[in-house]
């Protein structure tokens, strides 16, 4: 079994950066990549980042890429998601998830999930 506990939402205005964490525990080989999924209301989940743990190889969603980037710090079991130049489009509840094989931006690849961040936008 794999814990994941996210933190760092909040409310910003446009332009404004966010940084939120992913604390991981539990089954090391149940979590080769976290990920980032993020669901807006009356919308469907999308991930919008993933990182494979081992080895740092980060993908991130076109949505949001050159905004957003995907870091980990192995010795805290901490995955982060930075979050620049923020759009009221990117209010969402933010979801850390882990898989343990597929890696990929489709949530329905990961296994376990946190409870989820909220992040709201303002313009």
């Known amino acids: 079994q794999v814990q994941l506990a996210e933190s760092g939402g909040g409310s910003v205005q446009a332009g404004g950066s966010l940084r939120l964490s992913c604390t991981t525990s539990?089954?090391?080989?149940?979590?080769?990549?976290v990920g980032w999924v993020r669901q807006a209301p009356e919308k469907g989940r999308e991930g919008v980042a993933y990182?494979?743990?081992?080895?740092?190889?980060?993908y991130i969603a076109d949505s949001v890429n050159g905004r957003f980037t995907i870091s980990q710090d192995n010795r805290k079991n901490t995955v982060y998601l930075q979050m620049n130049n923020l759009q009221p489009e990117d209010s969402a509840l933010y979801y850390c998830?882990?898989?343990?094989?597929?890696?990929?931006?489709?949530?329905?690849?990961?296994?376990?999930w946190g409870q989820g961040t909220q992040v709201t936008v303002s313009s």
């Open positions: 998830a882990a898989a343990n094989a597929g890696c990929n931006l489709d949530p329905t690849t990961y296994k376990f």
């Open positions: 990182i494979y743990t081992r080895f740092g190889d980060i």
């Open positions: 539990g089954y090391s080989n149940g979590r080769e990549c």
